[in-house]
């Protein structure tokens, strides 16, 4: 193992211990360390960043000064140790980033989802309940694919009606209230999982039929087949409606409904902002811009001399 690919595992260590999880940077240093090693290089100049950053050459301007982004922020550690390091300078790849506009999907459109997934191929019968669960407490809470898939069983309290989300994408944990109805159809989940899977591999709640946790790519995956099958995405579409937006729908009906109720969008706002998890208020609030009725609303609620 060279200079160069030691001092990254130390970094990244080190930044592990400070509770960054860095997956995708963590990747990309690796595929950079590969990159240096091809070309001879036991440090890091910034031409040679340069050259990897902008790989391949068809790549979006903003990708390339994330990749860019990730060698400047481990350039910074390492040149403290070996003084040949070159620091790219900051606006070396300069890009802005341009949040994608938000789908909103209608209720038709999540009613033909869940039941499309209930019509999954199931040799146990427990595949197609775990999906149209899944699908459908993401549309009523608004948590991240991760969080939901992240549940253990000791998470779901359906007494209570809570939800315990651990560890979420900012380090941070919340309640996540449900309502009696997901509970129903949590505890119906339930019963059948435990009835087909008596003894589990794994304390996650959402399981496959191997009695193991789902996976990120296997429940996007088979979104995008359903996606595909009533018809949200071409058949060919490797781009369309994501299961995120399902989290986007769930925040932006939220607010249009406290609109229409005249209720006091900046006082409630941060309840919001952390029933969903947001590291800062603003995340929430970008969705009155993002949206066309919310930032009319907002508009008419100015103009009417009233608050947010």
Not at 133 to 146: I, N
Not at 178 to 202: A, G
Request: glycine share 6%; charged share 25%.
């Amino acid at each position: 193992m060279n200079d160069l690919r030691t001092a990254i595992e130390e970094y990244l260590a080190v930044r592990r211990k400070l509770g960054f999880k860095l997956y995708q940077p963590g990747n990309l240093l690796h595929n950079f360390v590969l990159f240096a090693e091809q070309e001879c290089a036991s440090f890091i100049t910034t031409e040679l960043a340069l050259r990897w950053a902008t790989q391949p050459k068809d790549s979006q301007p903003v990708w390339q000064a994330i990749r860019l982004g990730v060698i400047r922020r481990f350039a910074k550690y390492r040149s403290a140790v070996d003084p040949r390091t070159e620091i790219p300078p900051q606006k070396l790849l300069p890009a802005c980033y341009h949040r994608k506009p938000p789908y909103i999907y209608n209720d038709d459109e999540i009613k033909r989802l869940i039941k499309a997934a209930q019509s999954l191929f199931s040799p146990k019968g427990l595949r197609a309940s775990t999906y149209s669960t899944l699908f459908g407490l993401l549309a009523v809470t608004g948590m991240r694919v991760k969080e939901a898939i992240g549940l253990d069983r000791d998470d779901v309290n359906l007494t209570e009606g809570i939800l315990t989300v651990r560890d979420s994408k900012f380090g941070k944990s919340r309640f996540v209230p449900i309502h009696p109805s997901t509970q129903k159809v949590l505890q119906h989940y339930t019963v059948l999982r435990d009835k087909i899977c008596p003894r589990l591999k794994s304390p996650a709640f959402f399981v496959s039929e191997r009695g193991v946790r789902l996976t990120n790519w296997s429940v996007r995956w088979s979104f995008i087949q359903l996606s595909r099958q009533i018809g949200l995405r071409g058949p060919n579409d490797s781009h369309g409606p994501r299961l995120h937006d399902l989290r986007h729908r769930f925040a932006i009906q939220t607010l249009i409904a406290w609109y229409r109720a005249g209720m006091d969008i900046e006082q409630n706002m941060p309840k919001l902002s952390t029933y969903l998890g947001h590291r800062h208020v603003s995340d929430t609030y970008w969705y009155i811009s993002a949206v066309p009725e919310l930032l009319q609303l907002a508009t008419l609620r100015l103009t009417e001399g009233g608050k947010l």
